[in-house]
């Protein structure tokens, strides 16, 4: 009996043993996923820069404007070591509008520049130089842009600090192919003010802080009261204390004028008074 125990016992161990043997051992449980773990949806990437003319540019749409549509068109050119990517002047605008902003012509610290002169370091008529050349750039751009989309009217421009001095400079020198323009703490070197306009000439409606301590409100002044002089129709708007910024009460201006032009004004409306203080 007792041998036939300890035969039965052996072959259980060894029936357990070569069960052990064969057993796969379980894979080890994943680690729960954590919010790190998920891949983020990514927001849709704008297109990257184009170019016309010679100049790279973006393409933006305000308003839920679609790529497609027959649209308004603003050149929105910014300032001095600003870049296209940067430079947010139209965003929030709540109508429908295609918006081209273009890029500066040579490098400048984290941005770039439209002209190698600073207008601070420089007399009048270097800066006029300077600004002959970006604006028969942009004048090249603005030509094909206008022909690669579908497009309502002709272009308006705008721009802060150098883009607001380039958006003076296209209404004086390129009149023919601009709607109006509206600069911002911009100015016009004197021998740029000679120029006669034409029947067809655009608008200009300048806006421009009295406490500019860049770009002074005085010689945007002298510019604006010398083009009235000679024909042109052009207005400007201060606002007490505001400095080389663009505050809100700016912006708003801004808005206004572009959504009066944009809708197919010829004149523009009345400026809204300044207001004193604060953004």
């Given at each position: 009996m007792i041998p036939a125990l300890r035969r039965s016992l052996v072959a259980l161990l060894a029936t357990l043993s070569l069960l052990a043997c064969d057993r796969t051992p379980p894979e080890p449980l994943a680690p729960p996923r954590t919010s790190a773990?998920?891949?983020?949806?990514?927001?849709?990437?704008?297109p990257g820069p184009l170019e016309a003319g010679g100049v790279e540019y973006l393409v933006r749409y305000r308003g839920g404007a679609q790529p497609e549509e027959r649209l308004p068109m603003v050149v929105a050119i910014h300032?001095?070591?600003?870049?296209?990517?940067?430079?947010?002047?139209?965003?929030?605008?709540p109508a429908p509008l295609?918006?081209?902003?273009?890029?500066?012509?040579s490098p400048h610290g984290g941005g770039y520049?439209?002209?190698?002169?600073?207008?601070?370091?420089?007399?009048?008529?270097?800066?006029?130089?300077?600004?002959?050349?970006?604006?028969?750039?942009?004048?090249?751009?603005?030509?094909?842009v206008v022909e690669r989309y579908p497009t309502i009217g002709k272009p308006i421009v705008t721009g802060f600090s150098q883009g607001g001095m380039l958006s003076f400079g296209l209404a004086v020198l390129r009149p023919t192919q601009i709607a109006?323009?509206?600069p911002v703490a911009g100015w016009l070197p004197e021998p740029l003010w000679q120029a006669p306009p034409s029947e067809s000439a655009p608008p200009i409606v300048a806006l421009h802080g009295d406490a500019d301590p860049v770009l002074?409100?005085?010689?945007?002044?002298?510019?604006?009261?010398?083009?009235?002089?000679?024909?042109?129709?052009?207005?400007?708007?201060?606002?007490?204390?505001?400095?080389?910024?663009?505050?809100?009460?700016?912006?708003?201006?801004?808005?206004?004028?572009?959504?009066?032009?944009?809708?197919?004004?010829?004149?523009?409306?009345?400026?809204?008074?300044?207001?004193?203080?604060?953004p």
């Open positions: 773990s998920v891949p983020p949806e990514r927001a849709p990437t704008p300032g001095l070591g600003d870049r296209p990517d940067r430079f947010g002047l139209l965003e929030g605008f295609r918006v081209i902003v273009p890029r500066g012509l520049s439209w002209f190698p002169i600073r207008v601070r370091d420089a007399d009048p008529v270097a800066v006029a130089q300077g600004m002959e050349v970006a604006v028969d750039a942009l004048g090249k751009m603005i030509a094909g109006a323009a509206v002074p409100v005085g010689p945007t002044r002298d510019a604006v009261a010398a083009l009235r002089e000679r024909g042109w129709k052009v207005d400007l708007v201060e606002y007490p204390g505001v400095e080389h910024r663009i505050p809100t009460q700016v912006r708003r201006e801004l808005f206004r004028q572009l959504a009066q032009f944009r809708s197919g004004l010829i004149e523009p409306v009345a400026p809204h008074p300044a207001v004193d203080g604060g």
